[in-house]
């Protein structure tokens, strides 16, 4: 226990300049964290002397921090566990291996998800593989939704010169199991395949792509396809009798030399902390495998339809968020396969993998924690189900490290907080104007104008309001006027201009922008921003953003761009329809992308702002930044019911809880709730609704509808439910509902074709990733959080 307390200190990060109380505060967390790790370490050790496995290494870490570094038993018999004992990975391989080299292809530009895979092996899958309508893509082979079937006989690879390509010819020829996309179902022989397009698209030998471009930048320098060298052969762990050390033991694998995408991989715990310590977040190394968005890409929930057997199920069920089904690239997420999970590490957040031959890993993606569990359990001859002890240990590991536990609000400082404790030093001399409304004030409640106005560094001169006038309570065009508190002028974008007048902007040094934007492209904020840096631009005047949280967290990217030529106030730049930027990023990236705006521009980062985090997690007060904008709940639902908002619908306006519920007097709201409810759409709860709206689209008449609560946001996939809902509209009541309006807030043709065209909402092409790809990786270089 001891050494324990001991490693968990000197995990803690440098603690020079701090005050005693913080250095006694770090102490007594690490003793706390240590004790509760203790518990995670037990349950392995009583594992091994119960003789459920021989042996095992059990490595835990936040981010590229090790917390408790443990063995027990034996890795042969007669034979000690240690630390860098080697393990056949088994299916571990799809996640290492071969996801971490289709992402680095990705990443590379040499790869899509949406790419053919018959377009990619012309000569080893047949053509229209899959079917004309839906061929089988990259995307379906990583979530295992391709309708492969989960593996085949070994024979299938005897008697080739290439067993891999014969074996691809083989299986690929036989009908597939499912229409691609249309069910998850676990395969094989579609990481099989995967591997294989490594190798014809990198033009190198997998195991040679992955050891240059996974591994050695992630210093796994243990890890390799075998053969294996007589130095980690004298340190790997035996797996089933009869199988030699270092040789797989997937059948499979051993009938291609052990080198295929779905098994053979061999590694150590500590390599495959690094591995974790790369998805959580952490830079664990200078040269990381994979770049930061291209993590976010190959770790975010994707879900996926249920198996054919879960199906009946999940349709009785009253609570569906515990039946959604979910993957992430090469990644487990929430499938019969979680065990690894356990009831602690959150539904949908969470990601990981596991091995038949015992090894496995889980990281969250809140906390940064994760662990591995190395164990072969096949040496004794038997087979026993490991799942019990992967749900305890990680209800222990989550308990020691608090991964369950909510998060306490941070004391996150937006911009104008870090300004206010620089007293505007950087303000000095310069004539400003301010661009602001109601949210523009301090974490105390003073508002940026007052700032400003009071501080002797700053000469406030003007002031500029957006939709909705400075007060954020009014519709429809906003006029000038003037602010009683400080007698300045104060100049509606809103009005008759939504871009400042060479008149307006005349005098100043720089005009800065300080307003709570909502995360979604229709949202008009960030317009406003983007035509005033166009004309200071022009005008020669510096722009300044104070930069402010993204309510629905800086890594939700959904939904299709806007078509280019239908660029409009909601919809300004070719973006999707939650972009996870905060607004200061958004800043930098309309100056340099799409043409550039050319503007001097300074943005004022947050301080102890994260991408993961939700409004209600900053500490920052929540200030409603537009009149039916009133809570963080409807930030999070508007990327699906603002979708609507175009139609012939009532979205709430009028109400009590706009965008938490929508309807219209055509509509019947139980019949619409019974049929959402039917897509066990994963966060969500639909509730038949009757109201009457006082404002906006139908006043005063009785609306039947559909109430909306949010059972789990981290689950929710809004703009996927946008989506459903519009099928079904029209579905339901498309005599009534007005299609054509239902796609003014999408602003994609194509998709809202295929939507309405579709059989199922569900069988849409998701012709807009490719897109939202590429936006990732436009984004990167602009994002000043992690």
Not at 565 to 571: P, V
Request: net charge negative; with cysteine.
């Amino acid at each position: 226990m001891k050494s324990l307390i001991l490693a968990c200190l000197a995990a803690l990060p440098p603690a020079s300049g701090l005050p005693q109380e913080a250095i006694a505060t770090r102490t007594a967390e690490a003793v706390t964290t240590a004790r509760g790790l203790e518990n995670a370490a037990e349950v392995v050790r009583a594992a091994v002397a119960d003789g459920l496995i021989p042996g095992a290494v059990l490595l835990v870490g936040r981010g590229d921090e090790i917390l408790l570094e443990e063995t027990f038993g034996e890795r042969a018999p007669g034979v000690p566990m240690t630390a860098d004992t080697v393990f056949d990975m088994a299916s571990v391989t799809k996640s290492v291996a071969t996801g971490g080299s289709i992402l680095k292809l990705i990443e590379e530009g040499k790869l899509r998800l949406t790419d053919r895979v018959d377009a990619i092996l012309p000569d080893l899958v047949p053509a229209d593989f899959g079917g004309a309508a839906t061929p089988v893509t990259v995307e379906h082979l990583l979530l295992h939704t391709s309708g492969l079937a989960p593996a085949s006989a070994v024979s299938d690879f005897e008697g080739h010169d290439n067993a891999v390509d014969g074996a691809i010819r083989t299986f690929t020829a036989r009908p597939l199991r499912s229409v691609p996309g249309a069910a998850f179902a676990y395969s094989d022989l579609g990481f099989i395949t995967l591997g294989k397009i490594v190798e014809r698209v990198s033009g190198q030998p997998l195991d040679v792509f992955t050891r240059e471009k996974v591994l050695l930048p992630l210093g796994m320098t243990s890890s390799s396809f075998g053969p294996l060298d007589e130095e980690r052969l004298a340190r790997t762990a035996s797996t089933e009798p009869g199988t030699p050390l270092g040789v797989v033991h997937d059948p499979r694998s051993r009938a291609a030399s052990g080198v295929t995408g779905h098994a053979g991989l061999f590694s150590t715990a500590r390599d495959l902390g690094r591995f974790c310590a790369l998805l959580s977040g952490a830079t664990a190394t200078d040269s990381s495998a994979l770049e930061a968005s291209t993590v976010a890409l190959m770790t975010k929930a994707r879900f996926v339809p249920s198996p054919k057997r879960d199906v009946e199920k999940v349709a009785a069920s009253s609570n569906h968020a515990d039946h959604g089904t979910a993957r992430a690239l090469a990644l487990d997420v929430q499938t019969g396969y979680s065990s690894p999970r356990g009831s602690l590490f959150p539904r949908f957040r969470s990601f990981g993998h596991t091995g038949f031959t015992g090894p496995c890993f889980w990281i969250d993606a809140r906390t940064d924690v994760w662990y591995v569990l190395m164990a072969s359990r096949l040496q004794g001859g038997k087979n026993p189900s490991l799942s019990p002890l992967r749900r305890a240990t990680a209800d222990a590991v989550a308990s020691a490290t608090d991964v369950h536990a909510p998060r306490l609000a941070p004391a996150v400082q937006t911009g104008i907080d870090v300004l206010e404790t620089e007293d505007c030093a950087r303000l000095a001399g310069k004539r400003l104007g301010l661009i602001t409304n109601v949210t523009g004030k301090t974490a105390s409640g003073k508002r940026t104008i007052d700032v400003l106005h009071e501080s002797k560094n700053a000469n406030l001169v003007r002031i500029f309001s957006p939709e909705h006038g400075l007060f954020g309570k009014l519709e429809g065009k906003v006029g000038n006027a003037t602010d009683e508190a400080t007698e300045l002028p104060v100049f509606s974008l809103y009005g008759e201009t939504r871009k400042p007048t060479p008149e307006m902007l005349e005098g100043l040094d720089a005009l800065l922008f300080d307003i709570q934007d909502v995360g979604v492209r229709y949202y008009t904020y960030p317009s406003t921003l983007g035509l005033a840096m166009e004309a200071c631009a022009a005008a020669g005047v510096e722009v300044i953003v104070l930069d402010r949280p993204n309510p629905i967290t800086g890594r939700r990217v959904s939904g299709p761009l806007t078509d280019a030529d239908r660029l409009s106030f909601i919809g300004w730049r070719p973006m999707p329809l939650t972009h996870g930027m905060t607004i200061g990023e958004l800043g930098k990236m309309f100056n340099a992308e799409w043409g550039g705006i050319g503007a001097e521009l300074t943005v004022v980062p947050m301080e102890g702002w994260s991408r993961g985090m939700w409004y209600e997690e900053t500490g920052v007060p929540w200030i409603n930044p537009s009149p039916n904008m009133r809570n963080p709940t409807q930030a999070v639902l508007y990327p699906c019911i603002g979708l609507l908002e175009g139609a012939n619908l009532s979205v709430g306006r009028g109400t009590d809880e706009p965008f938490e519920l929508f309807g219209a007097p055509w509509i019947d709201g139980k019949k619409l709730a019974d049929a959402l409810r039917a897509e066990a759409l994963p966060g969500v709860e639909f509730t038949p609704i009757v109201f009457t709206p006082d404002a906006a689209k139908f006043i005063g008449e009785e609306c039947g509808g559909v109430h909306i609560t949010v059972v789990d946001r981290d689950a929710f996939a809004p703009v996927a439910a946008g989506m459903a809902i519009l099928w079904h509209l029209n579905d339901l009541f498309g005599q009534d509902f007005n299609a054509a309006r239902g796609d003014s807030r999408l602003l994609s043709a194509r998709t809202f074709e295929d939507l309405m065209g579709a059989g199922h909402w569900r069988e849409i092409p998701p012709a807009w990733m490719d897109d939202v790809d590429g936006f990732l990786h436009l984004r990167a270089p602009y994002l000043l959080y992690k």
